[in-house]
């Protein structure tokens, strides 16, 4: 069964990048497409985009401006980038496998990255 | 945008009652509808697919019904690990998949 973990910066300053990477293991990144979710702190959850292992990618209109999302299949690996972040992108982020019919099977734990000075 | 939402926001049920929880959608959807259950400090788990496939692993005292619009997560049997909040996610719309605010099912 394929695993996700997710790592990057806890701690994110205003205006500046949100940074993540998601690590793959138990299977190949080169098949399925591959998500970021996010959830504030008590909310639910948003849908932040996908990137399939040949690196087309589909965002969340809301966040397109400001998300990249990018592969490395050399690595197992997947990025977020989300620019100009404020307060209101503290959340839990996570990286997930979308199947080929869209639903998301396989769930990393995920991380909080706090927006602050 | 296709916006899910569900009821009630919160369900209290004692162990071993049923509980039905709702999701619809503001347009249709036909069957691609997936249910989440999230435990606290916890990723979310794929619980249904296709609106009424358990997932491997998911116990069979989990079932999902509808299509289009309208649709159900039903758990027969409650047993106290079942206790968490139940997300619905259209994946219809691959241009912006949604999800539902959530149910969360606590202890009567």
């Known amino acids: 069964q394929v695993q996700l973990q997710e790592s990057g910066p806890g701690l994110v300053k205003p205006s500046e990048t949100l940074s993540l990477t998601c690590t793959v293991s138990?299977?190949?990144?080169?098949?399925?497409?591959w998500s970021w979710i996010r959830q504030p702190p008590g909310k639910g959850l948003e849908w932040i985009g996908y990137i399939y292992y040949s690196g087309s990618t589909n965002y969340n209109p809301s966040l397109k401006s400001r998300v990249t999302i990018s592969v490395d299949t050399s690595k197992n690996q997947f990025s977020l980038k989300l620019s100009s972040v404020t307060a209101a992108d503290t959340a839990v982020y996570y990286c997930?496998?979308?199947?080929?019919?869209?639903?998301?099977?396989?769930w990393g734990q995920g991380t909080l990255v706090t927006v602050s000075s | 945008e296709i916006v899910m939402t569900q009821s009630p926001a919160t369900l209290s049920v004692s162990p071993g009652e049923r509980a039905t929880l709702s999701c619809r959608a503001s347009q249709s959807v036909s069957s691609n509808l997936a249910w989440y259950q999230q435990k606290p400090g916890q990723a979310p788990r794929l619980l249904i697919y296709g609106a009424s496939t358990r997932a491997t692993g998911i116990p069979a005292r989990f079932s999902g019904s509808g299509s289009g619009t309208e649709f159900t997560l039903t758990i027969s049997s409650l047993q106290s690990e079942d206790f968490a909040v139940y997300y619905c996610q259209q994946y219809n719309n691959w241009l912006l998949f949604t999800f539902g605010p959530g149910t969360k099912v606590d202890i009567k």
């Open positions: 138990g299977g190949s990144i080169s098949s399925y497409y």
């Open positions: 997930a496998r979308k199947t080929y019919t869209g639903y998301l099977s396989d």
